[in-house]
């Protein structure tokens, strides 16, 4: 059986702003993300990028990103309005989920093989930051942020306030949450391969349900239902009022 024919990787490019590097998921250094979204499968390891953290590694599978959203995450797309932004979309798997239900969705991520992915699935995508300036700013009808994307940017309380002027004012945010209720770390992370590929460090955040209620509250938004299977846990956030 002849080998599978090794496509050689090329180093995508990397966003600049102005002078200072913007640091994303798993970008930078030996990129292994881009790596491993190339392939579709492997596990990546989320991890500190120095030991001042005591936030333990987490093993994420590229395969769960890159297959089909299972039947529970299709479940969760039925409590959204639309049009949806699908923050950090990866390679797509809610947005063709979206597609499926008929339910308008965009995503948003920083990462160039994740955007290639996604629109090679037929998805509306923009390659940009979240913090970037986005279309449709505050007429948006929902965010989802799943995966641990509540993480991006490492600051809980800027993502939070973002949403909320990105949103219109009846929006809602779905928010998968750390397992552990108290969770609430910002650090400075790294992503590894299998194979000892490493990514420059980026910001990142760790939260759990009851965290993330205090982080919402202080941005202008409440906790107004919950949901979860196989230990996974989200969170709906609807409006308070408008942004304190
Ligand atoms: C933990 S992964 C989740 C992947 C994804 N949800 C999926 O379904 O495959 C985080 C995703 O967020 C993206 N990301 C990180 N920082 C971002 C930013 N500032 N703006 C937009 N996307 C970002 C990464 O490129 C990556 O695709």
Redesign the pocket.
């Known amino acids: 059986m002849s080998a599978e024919p090794q496509v050689p990787f090329a180093v995508p490019a990397v966003p600049a702003l102005g002078t200072a590097r ?1 640091r ?4 930078g250094g030996a990129e292994p ?1 881009a790596r491993g ?1 190339q392939h579709g499968v492997g596990t990546l390891i ?1 991890r500190p990028a120095n030991d001042s953290t005591a936030a333990v590694p987490l093993r ?1 599978q ?1 395969q ?3 297959a089909p959203a299972a039947a529970e995450e299709r479940a969760l797309l039925r409590g959204l309005r639309g049009p949806v932004l ?9 947005l063709a989920a979206a597609a499926a239900i008929g339910l308008k969705a965009t995503g ?4 160039e093989m ?1 955007v290639q992915h996604a629109r090679a699935r037929g998805a509306m995508v923009l390659n ?5 300036a986005l279309p449709q700013e505050g007429r948006w009808g929902s965010a ?1 942020l ?4 509540i ?3 490492g600051n809980v309380g800027a993502l939070l306030a973002r949403l909320a002027q990105l949103l219109d004012v009846r929006g809602s945010v779905l928010v998968e949450v750390d397992p552990r209720a108290d969770m609430d770390l910002a650090y400075q992370a790294i992503l590894e391969d299998a194979a000892g590929h490493l990514s420059e460090p ?1 910001p990142w955040s760790r939260v759990g349900a009851d965290a993330l209620a205090i982080h919402a509250a202080a941005a202008g938004w409440r906790v107004a239902g919950t949901a979860g299977f196989e230990l996974r846990g989200f969170c709906w956030l609807r409006r308070v009022g408008p942004p304190h």
Request: hydrophobic share 40%; with cysteine; glycine share 18%.
């Open positions: 913007r994303f998921f798993g970008q993300y979204l989320l994420l590229l769960h990103w890159c699908d923050v950090g979309c990866g390679p797509g798997r809610m948003v991520d920083s990462s994740a940009s930051s979240i913090f970037d989802l799943l995966d641990g994307n993480g991006i940017g980026f």
